[in-house]
């Protein structure tokens, strides 16, 4: 793989150690991925894109950082850097590289203890202090005082939107919409801003060599930490230890899988700007019946 001859320069000058090869790594729809080995025999995860998508690199390092200040178990890869190449056209951004291992049998509650404690991290308000991205979604983060008005405006709104503008979702849709809004102060329950990562699926965590969990490709914000916990279940779930991991730390209040799909609202709507398909009836069905 050729990289930018500019990056070469950064690398060295930032680590003082060469590129001696790079290994593409697969599995990433968005950006192109390598394994780069260096003269000092250091392992880096170097993504790459277009100049354009520069900010989706800087709003992922940000991301990353800020769990990294947090995380009590887990394990956060080591930002190193963006580096941005405007006359070849190419963003990068520079990580630790993370080997994986194999689990045991502790992984899932040590991983479900662990996030709970990073979700007792939390903020006076929701948002954050930056917008940034949910995969290659604008994902807007104003900061709000509570949930449920964060949650219409910075989460459900700008997603229908989007929708809208691709064909999707008739009239109907908007008045069992509101009727949703007008619901949901009795539906949710109160619970402090959590910091989240924001798009954690069974892709975007894994286990170490020394078997602990690592969070990758983060979306950043603080918010209600029942959007994180329904959002693992969107595909399936995590292990059973998972979630009696995290009650041990921080039990949930009553009624939770009753309000599940609320939460996958949003993550649900994302994949209706992403990939449309059966999303939209599954975002349909979730705003009717609520």
Known sequence: MKFSPKLHSY??????????????????????????????????????NRYSLRDMFE???RGLELLAGAADGLRIPRVYGTFNDASEDKAYLILSFVREGRSDN????????????????????????????????????????????????????????????????????????????????ELLPEEPPSLLH????????????????????????????????????MFGGFGKGFYRGYEEVWPLQPGFSKRRDIFNLYPVLVHVNLFGGAYVAQAESIIHRF
């Open 198 to 233: 924001g798009d954690l699926w069974g892709g975007n965590y894994l286990c170490d060599t020394e078997n602990r969990p690592v969070l990758i490709d983060p979306a950043v914000y603080y918010g209600h930490r029942e959007a994180e916990l329904s959002f693992t279940r």
């Open 59 to 61: 709003k992922e390092a």
């Open 106 to 185: 502790t992984f899932d509650e040590q991983f479900g203890r662990s996030l709970a404690h990073m979700h007792q991290q939390t903020s006076t308000q929701y948002g954050l202090d930056h917008d940034n991205y949910i995969g290659r979604l604008p994902q807007k983060n104003d900061r709000r005082d509570d949930w449920i008005t964060f949650f219409a405006e910075c989460r459900i709104e700008p997603q229908i939107a989007m929708a809208r503008d691709s064909g999707y979702f008739p009239g109907s849709v908007r008045q069992s919409l509101d009727r949703m809004y007008s619901r949901l102060p």
């Open 11 to 48: 690398l060295k000058e930032t680590l003082g150690s060469e590129i001696t090869g790079a290994t593409p790594i697969g599995g990433g729809c968005i950006n192109d991925a390598f394994q780069v080995t260096m003269t000092n025999h250091q392992s880096l995860f170097v993504k790459q």
